[in-house]
């Protein structure tokens, strides 16, 4: 029988008056309590806007990114899929810095601190060691899409020409304060632009892509050179590469300036 | 003199009556997240039985084109969910709360015998001491449901920080849906809950406030099976320990 476990509920015999002054006293801290979650949404609802989103819950966001930082790893990697599986063709979603056609004398532009801005072409990417991942694309929308990409890691692009890093050298897992913070990344019309952590980065997942489905990555997918960044919503993976940067400060992020997260990590 | 019956433990009260709007919050910005991509639909053959959702219910509670707002809220509001949750839960079975809540192999009989009972096909309602058997099939559903959602919130929040979370639920698509799923059951949970709380009355309502109810000797609704139990000495707030003796 339930009643065996289920002990009764305890009772009490109380004065009209005892009843009555309870009554009364629940119902105040009730009232109050419901005046203030009202008060609560209220000042959250008329906080002004930092970055497209009410202040408040912008710095709670910035907390979560805190978070989940401190469980991120290079070890945590997308799961990945046959090649066969991916959509053909893959979904393009946005055309936002790439609206007109891309210039014949195209160049990747990097920045580095205390020299001049090297000036690659694609011949350069290709010379790195060449990666290939079948992933769940995941878009901030709430789709996803099985998609095949390949490209240079970004880590081993950082690592080959030295960059991302105020001493100059390569990358240096051992000396995370010689490592900028973020790197930027900018279409060559500056229409649209990201800004990513350097340990998402530098996560081996994260391509410099310039195949899709086995063939170069055509206008739409952001030829000829892409971001791939499956530790982040697609709005991170930044079509048509212009200019890459890196700094301490957040770099401009074309959606977070809309009101989205700025961290996105997924 | 009146008789009281002590029968929400004041951490309680506070678990439920945050929980409220903080689930409000949940589902709303979850609506708004969800507008952004909002396949689900149940369809027999070609013909669709029920969309998520027409274009008529976005419009009227003004949904559309407001995704990052959604997920503003979601993302900070999440973690009061989670937080009072795990309080909720904690409390629940370090003070033996659960014997009150969690059904038993007669709780199933005794929940048939009740929706009976309220459908009118029975005269009789089953002797219960603070829940009956379709109250505790449904506050302890309702619960497991809470936890779920946390699981399949955070499966498709970090599905590769914790992507074997997400592949132990089916994948990212899958844990979506999940999460929906869920979503819907605790929409369909208020609905039944506001109108069986409607039902029960004010003196069930306000012990969720006060705590207490007064009890009326000879209560048709609320059959005593056993003698009445000694009054508490201590703190009569405190909450209600297992009689295991």
């Not at chain 1, 476990?5 to 005892?18: A, G, H, K, Q, R």
């Not at chain 2, 989670?82 to 309080?87: Q, R, S, T, Y």
């Amino acid at each position: 029988m339930s009643q065996s476990t289920e002990p009764n509920l305890p009772e009490e015999d109380v004065p009209e008056s005892v009843t009555r002054r309870k009554t009364l006293i629940s119902f105040g801290v009730f009232a109050l309590a419901a005046a203030g979650s009202t008060g609560l949404y209220k000042y959250i609802a008329d906080s002004k806007n930092a970055m497209g989103v009410k202040r408040p819950l912008r710095l709670v966001m910035n907390e979560n990114e805190a978070i989940a930082k401190t469980y991120f790893s290079n070890a945590h990697l997308v799961p990945t899929f046959d090649p066969k599986q991916a959509a053909r063709p893959a979904r393009v979603n946005g055309y936002e810095g790439i609206k007109k056609p891309v210039a014949d004398d195209w160049q990747l532009q990097v920045d580095r601190p205390n020299a001049e801005p090297l000036l690659l072409s694609m011949d350069a990417i290709k010379a790195l060691p060449k990666h290939e991942i079948t992933y769940e694309f995941k878009c901030i929308e709430g789709w996803s899409q099985k998609q095949h990409w390949a490209g240079a890691r970004l880590s081993d692009f950082l690592a080959a020409y030295k960059l991302g890093t105020r001493s100059g050298n390569a990358p240096n897992p051992d000396q995370p304060d010689d490592l900028f913070r973020h790197v930027g990344m900018e279409t060559p019309d500056k229409g649209y632009y990201v800004g990513i952590d350097i340990e998402s980065a530098l996560h081996p997942q994260t391509l410099l892509a310039y195949e899709n489905n086995g063939q170069p990555i055509n206008a739409q997918h952001g030829a000829p050179l892409r971001l791939i960044i499956p530790v982040k919503y697609g709005v991170k993976n930044l079509k048509r590469i212009g200019r890459i940067f890196f700094s301490d400060e957040r770099p401009r992020d074309f959606w977070a300036e809309r009101g989205y997260d700025y961290y996105v990590g997924l | 003199m009146k008789r009281i019956v002590h029968k929400h433990p004041l951490a309680i009260r506070w678990f439920h009556w945050i929980n409220f709007p903080v689930v409000f919050v949940m589902i709303w910005s979850g609506l708004l997240i969800y507008w952004a991509y909002d396949p689900y639909k149940i369809q027999i053959g070609d013909y669709v039985l029920l969309s998520f959702f027409p274009d008529s219910f976005y419009k009227a509670l003004k949904v559309p084109f407001r995704l990052a707002e959604g997920m503003a809220w979601h993302w900070v509001f999440m973690w009061v969910f989670i937080l009072n949750g795990i309080l909720y839960v904690a409390y629940t079975f370090i003070s033996g709360e659960w014997r009150h809540l969690v059904p038993d192999r007669n709780s199933f009989r005794e929940a048939g015998q009740v929706v009976l009972y309220d459908l009118g096909l029975s005269k009789t309602q089953p002797p219960f001491v603070k829940y009956n058997g379709a109250q505790k099939i449904a506050y302890f559903t309702v619960m497991l449901m809470g936890i779920g959602s946390v699981l399949t919130g955070f499966a498709i929040y970090k599905p590769v920080q914790i992507a074997w979370l997400t592949t132990v639920l089916g994948g990212y698509e899958a844990a979506r849906l999940e999460h929906f799923v869920l979503t819907v059951g605790f929409v369909l949970f208020f609905f039944v809950h506001v109108i069986q709380v409607a039902r029960a009355g004010w003196h069930n309502f306000q012990s969720m406030i006060t705590g207490f109810e007064v009890v009326k000797p000879t209560d048709p609704e609320r059959p005593v099976n056993q003698p009445v139990t000694p009054a508490p000495t201590s703190d009569p707030l405190s909450p209600t320990q297992p009689a295991l003796s």
